[in-house]
């Protein structure tokens, strides 16, 4: 089986998914995005060109850190009929918190009472519809970077007032959500396939618990429950290798908060006492043979 780890460089997970590999025989050949360089304009419906490397593999593995370019990545490369591990489609849903939400709105999947606007007034109209407080989100980006929790109207006013202020577009598309007063704590769950195979709390003093900003990282029952509705948000999305993010509201029932399509697990493998990077790899190279 030949394979492609398409990264941006090697980080802790990326050595855990070629040591993955390497588990089962398979050593991956690893490109770096920053290489890239695609023909694109040989005809509709045209295969990888001819004599391109691309053709030789039975699948790709995307990992890379920017959104942008491995989401572009496995638009050419599923338009050529080459396996990717997760698909464009998937990709570009988990990669936008707006379509994410569409996407379970349309599945009946709960999550946080959502609003979008485009303008700073209608953006404070729809704060004041979530009531606060209200959480201020970009519709892309990860890490818990740019998210802002409002308490009232004079700090709504001074978050919209610097948004509108930076020259990105996606800073002047307002994705509201409420806030859910979680118990110090959300989920982390990480979906293969069809089984949700380990799920963890991440805990902080901090109402951002993201384990890179510091929330820490425990052990979380994989109930039937949880499972149910991690399995129908990925199925939601269009399923594959996912992370999804929950929250406990205040009476214990789960919303679903983001979906990953690049998910990272360093500090999940240990206390979940589930080696996720070799389930990971095992599904992968299954799907792979099925369809091969």
């Not at 370019?69 to 988990?94: K, V």
């Not at 609003?115 to 959480?135: G, H, K, L, N």
Request: proline share 4%; hydrophobic share 40%; with cysteine.
């Amino acid at each position: 089986m030949r394979v492609a780890l398409l990264v941006t460089h090697i980080r802790a997970e990326e050595k855990l998914i070629i040591e993955a590999f390497n588990n089962r025989d398979i050593s991956p050949d690893i490109i770096l995005d920053r290489e890239l360089n695609f023909e694109i304009s040989s005809g509709p419906g045209q295969p990888a060109p001819s004599g391109s490397a691309w053709r030789e593999y039975d699948m790709v593995f995307e990992r890379c850190v920017s959104t942008s370019r491995g989401m572009y990545a496995l638009a050419i490369l599923n338009s050529w009929g080459i396996r990717t591990f997760n698909t464009y489609e998937t990709a570009a849903i988990c990669g936008d918190k707006l379509r994410t939400s569409i996407a379970l709105t349309r599945h009946g999947i709960p999550q946080p009472h959502t609003r979008v606007a485009f303008t700073p007034d209608s953006a404070m109209q729809a704060i004041e519809d979530v009531e606060y407080p209200a959480v201020l989100k970009p519709v892309t980006g990860s890490w818990g970077r740019l998210l802002a929790r409002v308490h009232n109207r004079d700090s709504a006013e001074a978050i919209l007032e610097h948004r509108q202020t930076l020259g990105d577009y996606n800073h002047h598309i307002y994705y509201v959500q409420e806030y859910v007063d979680k118990p110090g704590r959300d989920i982390r769950a990480f979906v293969v396939g069809d089984r949700t195979i380990a799920a963890i709390y991440r805990e902080s003093n901090h109402w951002i618990t993201n384990t890179a900003r510091g929330g820490l990282a425990t052990n979380c029952p994989v109930t039937q429950n949880l499972d149910d509705i991690c399995v129908r948000a990925a199925r939601a999305v269009g399923g594959g290798i996912l992370a999804i993010d929950l929250l406990e509201d205040a009476g214990g029932n789960y919303v679903v908060n983001e979906i990953n399509h690049t998910m990272e697990f360093r500090n999940s493998s240990q206390p979940t006492g589930v080696n996720i990077a070799q389930a990971v790899i095992d599904y992968v190279i299954e799907q792979a043979r099925v369809t091969a």
